[in-house]
């Protein structure tokens, strides 16, 4: 069963100084969202295997839109991060089903490799919540420059029986990183931790 789409949404965030300094480049944070109708809202469902597969088709989406947004190859995004939010007739285990077992696939197919754990985040509520989407670096999930989160927020979304499910992309760590830890060029990106 394909997820029906009520609404698509994409943000993007550019930081260009902080501290009063400019950065070397600008930053871009690109979240890209879809308002899908819950298929077993106000039910229990033992199989949840048609959101699992939604949630695969949906990265695939997602990553798309958010790669166009930062305006750069699918190969240069440097972090990413998931979320969903479940609306109140469903439950968080209809997020997770979205986010878990198959989205992370198409995503880093998109980037060309992503070895390292996909941070996510997932929580109920009703139209307008928001949701820290948190961040980490692709290919290594040690480079502290790259631990970081952006919110993402539908005014109208989700409904009750509505998932808002969220993928974040960025071409960068935080502006002026100086807590130290592994560097973007010390990456091996092997085992997805270094």
Partial sequence: M??????????LDETRREMGRDLP???RRAVACAVIENPFAGRYQEDLSDLIAQGEALGALLA?????????????VESFG??????????????????????GAPVRAALGR???LIPSAKK????????????GHKDAAFVRSHFDAIE???????RAREILLCLA?????????????????????????R
């Fill in 2 to 11: 394909a997820a029906v789409i009520r609404k698509l949404v994409v943000l």
């Fill in 25 to 27: 480049r600008p930053i």
């Fill in 64 to 76: 798309e839109r958010a790669i166009a947004a930062l305006g750069i190859p699918g190969e240069q």
């Fill in 82 to 103: 998931k979320a969903a939010i479940v609306g109140e007739a469903g439950e968080l285990e209809h997020a997770a089903a979205l986010l878990h077992p198959k989205m």
């Fill in 114 to 116: 992503g070895p390292a």
């Fill in 124 to 135: 109920a509520g009703g139209p307008g919540t928001p949701i820290d989407v948190p961040l």
């Fill in 152 to 158: 993402a927020r539908v005014p109208d979304a989700p």
């Fill in 169 to 193: 992309l960025t071409d960068g760590g935080r502006p002026l990183p100086r807590i130290g830890g592994l560097t973007t060029a010390e990456v091996v990106g092997r085992d997805g931790l």
